[in-house]
């Protein structure tokens, strides 16, 4: 790229950021940011935007984390991203209320689901396409573990839940079938394994 | 709510299986004292069993033209329902329990209901639970816990097996927990819903497919075949021999509570209900192994939320109804008789025109037990089930 460091640690850190100040860099770290929270393949305008954030601030991180949460395809419905293993297992603990004494278990829970934490694959982490997560074993250790969930929450209203969880993203066809379920703990299990509550 | 159809129960509990009467319960009068405490298993089944289709009263007139698709072949004929003394007849998938019923084990009651009126699982299996005509606090067998002996230090006297302690085991007495590792099996009925709910998502909907597929959960109703389940039973077999494991130890809990789901069958009844029926059948062939000699001062109550409706909807299903069946096994228990006051299947017994009529109250076979097989006080099975006055226990459940 037609520039020189020095050799050692002062040019490595010089090097570093020079390579942050690239509009190359503030591209792809648009477009990373964009797929992470918005979607797979994310709509050019919401890359565009974050990009113009960095490099117009040379790389705020800040900055484009405020512009990020201000952008209308982060959160407009139908939400396309599926939630990650680690997500999907906060936010079925969190929609529970599991007691803090869960958290012992977690590490073992995370490797079932299939994102053990703390380690992340090499040098790439984790993947962040949906077809990654999506496999058939994969959702159903989610669908298996959050009936064992669901048991906890026993005597939780599922539409109750949903409205608090997920307030207008819930879909009539799971109210409705979590309403049509066998027990409490099936109707939450329908709710905790809908389309909607996998997304994010 | 409504029970004034509701006669003087336990006064009218006929004996309905001609045939089964000539049950000798004194070749097992050597083992009624069994020494050693009583054990007390309940089963919940979540979801409204047709009691209809699990016990079937093949010899009612009115039976066939009734249930139409939901009628099996009689007794002695291929693929046929297995007689429980000339009237009526256990679905073949029940044959472990039909075998209690032939060595005198199982006693089969028809025509159950809890004195609740609701058409909702969730207030019914509540209700069911509190073992009241309102929702309580705390459940039945737990109120029953505080009148026996107190357990050894350290120990309960209950025990809840599965990953929540179910209302039923709620309150004051103290009751444990537990739950086989391995065991994360849904029931199939329940993934075909979440398969419904899921089949419009590009990416979840053909996933969970291939994973069904792969992991060969008997599915029939999405027209595939029944696969032979990796372990006979699944999930419930394993909770089941846990839980005759812990009974079966010296000092193990004297009552015990789990669960099987599934039951729940608006459509394709007649497929859906055999992996249930199965699991159900061999588990609590597994519970009477798991429990060796123990068994022989066992009583196991197998007790839904309610029956479902007489006839059968445009969907080749049951929606939620009434009057269904009960069963009462184990060693202690004086069996190989339908007991019940049957009301026949005529449009006009039926109750408002649509369910099976419930001629005995479901707190009648629990007060029985609560009697007769913990031996617990009037005042004790009073508090267990508060407000039943005019429910007198059942009697003869045990043998004596």
């Known amino acids: 790229m037609g520039q020189e460091f020095m050799e050692g640690e002062q040019g490595g850190l010089a090097a570093l950021a020079w390579l942050a100040d690239q509009e190359a860099t503030h591209r792809h770290l648009a477009r990373k940011l964009a797929i ?165 | 709510m409504n029970k004034a159809h509701l006669p003087a129960l336990g006064r009218r509990a006929l004996l309905l299986g001609l045939g089964a009467s000539l049950a000798l319960p004194g070749v097992r009068l050597a083992f009624a004292q069994a020494p050693g405490p009583a054990r007390l298993v309940v089963v919940l089944l979540r979801g409204g069993l047709d009691g209809l289709y699990a016990v079937q009263p093949y010899a009612d007139p009115d039976f066939t033209e009734l249930r139409g698709p939901l009628a099996l072949p009689e007794p002695g004929r291929e693929d046929g329902l297995l007689d429980l003394g000339g009237r009526f007849g256990l679905h073949p998938r029940l044959s472990g329990i039909h075998a209690m019923f032939r060595e005198n084990e199982a006693l089969i009651l028809h025509a159950v209901a809890g004195p609740w009126r609701t058409r909702s699982h969730f207030d019914a299996q509540d209700l069911l639970e509190s073992g009241a005509e309102q929702r309580l606090a705390s459940g039945w067998l737990n109120r029953a816990l505080a009148a026996l002996p107190p357990p050894p230090a350290g120990r309960a006297a209950g025990l809840a097996i599965g990953t929540t302690t179910p209302l039923l085991l709620r309150g004051r007495a103290r009751v444990d927990n537990f739950m086989p590792r391995g065991v994360a099996e849904l029931p199939p009925d329940l993934m075909a819903r979440i398969l419904d709910l899921n089949a419009r998502d590009r990416a979840l909907g053909p996933s969970l497919r291939d994973g069904v597929r792969a992991r060969g959960y008997v599915l029939e109703t999405l027209g595939e075949a029944a696969r032979q389940r990796p372990a006979p039973g699944g999930q419930f077999a394993v909770l089941a021999k846990a839980a005759g494991q812990l009974m079966a130890a010296p000092q193990g809990p004297s009552v015990a509570a789990f669960e099987l789901g599934g039951w729940d069958t608006h459509a394709q009844q007649a497929a859906r209900l055999n992996a249930p029926l199965a699991q159900m059948d061999e588990g609590l062939v597994a519970l009477k192994q798991a429990l060796g000699d ?97 429910t007198a226990p059942l009697g003869g459940i045990i043998r004596v």
């Open chain 2, 294 to 390: 123990v068994w022989r001062r066992t009583a196991v109550l197998v007790v839904t939320e309610f029956g479902r409706t007489a006839r059968v909807n445009g969907t080749l299903g049951t929606d939620h109804g009434t009057g269904g069946a009960a069963f009462i096994l184990g060693g202690a228990v004086q069996g190989g008789r339908m007991l019940g006051d049957w009301p026949g299947l005529a449009p006009a017994k039926l109750f408002q025109n649509r369910d099976l009529w419930p001629t005995t109250d479901i707190r009648s076979l629990a007060k029985g037990l609560l009697r007769d097989h913990l031996r617990l006080p009037r005042a004790a099975v009073d508090a267990a089930f508060p407000n039943s006055g005019e």
């Open chain 1, 36 to 200: 992470h929270f918005v979607a797979d393949s994310p709509p050019p305008a919401a890359v565009d935007a974050l990009f113009a954030v960095l490099r117009d601030t040379r790389g705020d991180l800040g900055a484009v984390a405020r512009r990020l949460v201000a952008l209308d395809a982060a959160w407009k419905p139908p939400l396309s991203k599926l939630r990650a293993p680690v997500d999907y297992m906060m936010a079925v603990l969190r929609a529970l209320e599991a007691p803090a004494q869960i958290t012992a278990g977690l590490i073992n829970t995370s490797q079932f689901l299939g994102q053990p934490i703390w380690n992340a694959r090499a040098p790439n982490g984790w993947p962040d396409q949906m077809a990654d997560w999506a496999a058939p074993e994969a959702i159903l250790r989610r669908v298996e573990w959050a009936f064992g969930q669901a048991g906890r929450g026993a005597g939780r209203d599922a539409a109750t839940l949903a409205e608090a969880v997920m307030g207008p993203l819930i879909q009539p066809e799971t109210l409705r079938a979590a309403s049509r379920a066998g027990s409490a703990r099936e109707a939450l299990t329908l709710v905790l394994t809908s389309p909607e509550f996998q997304r994010r």
